[in-house]
């Protein structure tokens, strides 16, 4: 399985940035796909976006525009970049990573937007 370490959560008003980031324990070319999830009090944990090993990209439709992601192969790493942020995206956010059959997670991160 793959060991994820997210990072850069943290609180940002509305309209403005934050970039996540997924530190996976393993080559991230070699991973099937990896995807960003969030979690908000009370709700279902979502799918916000993800990215295949072709790098094929899919979003949620209440971040497309808003939204992207990336990856960095030398650092093993995925990103997040959230822009436009809204209170809505407040959440923990949580870095996934697919490796046929197995489903890896990591501890989340909060993201809090203020209005």
């Known amino acids: 399985q793959v060991q994820l370490v997210e990072s850069g959560g943290g609180l940002v008003q509305a309209g403005g940035s934050l970039r996540l980031s997924c530190l996976a324990s393993r080559k991230i070319f070699s991973l099937d796909a990896m995807g960003w999830y969030r979690q908000a009090p009370g709700k279902q944990r979502e799918l916000v976006a993800s990215?295949?090993?072709?790098?094929?990209?899919n979003f949620a439709d209440s971040v497309k525009g808003r939204f992207a992601v990336s990856t960095d192969i030398a650092k093993n790493t995925v990103y997040l970049q959230m822009n436009s942020l809204k209170p809505e995206d407040t959440a923990v956010y949580y870095c996934?990573?697919?490796?046929?059959?197995?489903?890896?997670w990591g501890q989340g991160t909060q993201v809090t937007v203020s209005s």
């Open positions: 996934n990573a697919l490796l046929r059959p197995f489903v890896s």
């Open positions: 990215i295949t090993s072709d790098g094929s990209t």
